[in-house]
């Protein structure tokens, strides 16, 4: 499978912005830097340019998530990555991606921006919000370049299981590239799609799997995430990605978190979201104000309530905020919300059981 001939003829032809050479223990003065840092310690080196593509970064995120480093590419959050794959595959005004909704907004809001079309194949809502595969292949078109999964999925908290996976790359081998976008694996407690890449028939070649450390690992300010892929798109993305796209401090912190007890760590804390998962879903489902609570493989929880506008009016009362999706009618009255501190969860319980006594 050449996965090139998927992409934009443009992109292809692009010839990417060369940059200053940056050779160690050579004096730079190719690259219009300050030859001196800025006053006080915490800005000591910021006055030179950061790797072009933090090379010790992408090696210790191969390891991390099982590849070879010619298959990963750091990305400012893997919502860059999305942006990057649509205006890297999508030509304006011709082509179109897949979703399958409710799903993550983004997906649709960059194919916009890049003037795609956006053609859907809605979750089953009467199975749980379950991926409807047929559908999804039955909706693709010979310009449908790029279908996005998202499992879990955000905000119905869903997974779709590595046979799905399989089954769309293989009913779109060479007409799509199919995107997983695993931002909450870590909480899923299944295999992850990086799985597939072992198989030495190259099958799942036009496969493309996106992780972010903004979750498990507690690193949302940090805007850290991973395009993991094929050496070729790695290699296409690359070159549309912005020069110095990862600014110091967050390769550092990055490499810092992904030390061996920093890892460990992370792990304990999504095993107690797990626990806090589990018991704040139990209590959610003994109130009265609840209709229902989703099966979660995800650090948050869809919730339905009997009234969200006044679930919301009364938890704002309480300086508490949940996430409600009034423009999407498949989920009226319901709201994504995240597993919180044991302290956190329990302030939710007492104000829905105080709303609840009132009224």
């Not at 407690?189 to 890449?197: D, Q």
């Amino acid at each position: 499978m050449n996965i090139e001939n998927l992409a934009r003829r443009e992109i292809l032809e692009l010839r990417p912005y060369e940059t200053a050479k940056q050779v160690p223990g050579l004096v730079r003065l190719n690259a219009n830097e300050a030859p001196w840092p800025a006053d006080g310690s915490a800005a000591d080196g910021l006055n030179r340019y950061p790797e072009i593509r933090p090379l010790e970064l992408h090696a210790r995120l191969a390891a991390h998530y099982g590849v070879s480093p010619d298959m990963i590419l750091a990305t400012r959050g893997s919502s860059e990555a999305i942006d990057l794959l649509i205006r890297a595959f999508c030509r304006a005004g011709m082509d179109s991606i897949m979703v399958s909704p409710p799903t993550f907004a983004m997906y649709r809001v960059y194919a916009d921006i890049q003037g795609a079309r956006t053609l859907t194949a809605p979750l089953l809502a009467n199975d749980e919000f379950a991926l409807d595969i047929a559908s999804v292949l039955e909706g693709c078109t010979a310009e449908t370049k790029l279908v996005f999964i998202c499992s879990p999925n955000n905000p119905t908290g869903g997974l779709v299981p590595l046979s799905a996976v399989q089954e769309l790359c293989l009913g779109r081998a060479d007409r799509s590239v199919v995107v997983v976008d695993e931002a909450y694996a870590e909480f899923s407690e299944a295999p992850s799609a990086v799985s597939l890449f072992g198989d030495d028939s190259g099958r799942y070649d036009n496969l493309v799997v996106l992780r972010t450390l903004s979750k498990a690992h507690s690193l949302a300010g940090a805007r850290c995430g991973a395009v993991i892929a094929c050496p070729a798109v790695v290699k296409l993305l690359s070159g549309i990605l912005a020069p110095y796209a990862l600014a110091t401090p967050v390769v550092d912190c990055v490499l810092h978190s992904l030390e061996p007890a920093n890892v460990e760590r992370a792990q304990t804390a999504v095993g107690n979201i797990l626990r806090e998962r589990e018991r704040l879903g139990l209590a959610l489902r003994q109130c009265p104000e609840v209709v229902k609570v989703w099966p979660s493989r995800s650090n948050f929880l869809l919730v339905e309530f009997q009234d969200l506008p006044e679930v919301e009016r009364r938890l704002r009362a309480h300086r508490i905020l949940i996430r409600e999706f009034g423009r999407d009618v498949s989920l009226r009255n319901c709201a994504r919300i995240s597993v919180g501190k044991p302290q956190e969860n329990d302030l939710l319980l007492a104000a829905l059981d105080a709303s609840a006594q009132r009224s």
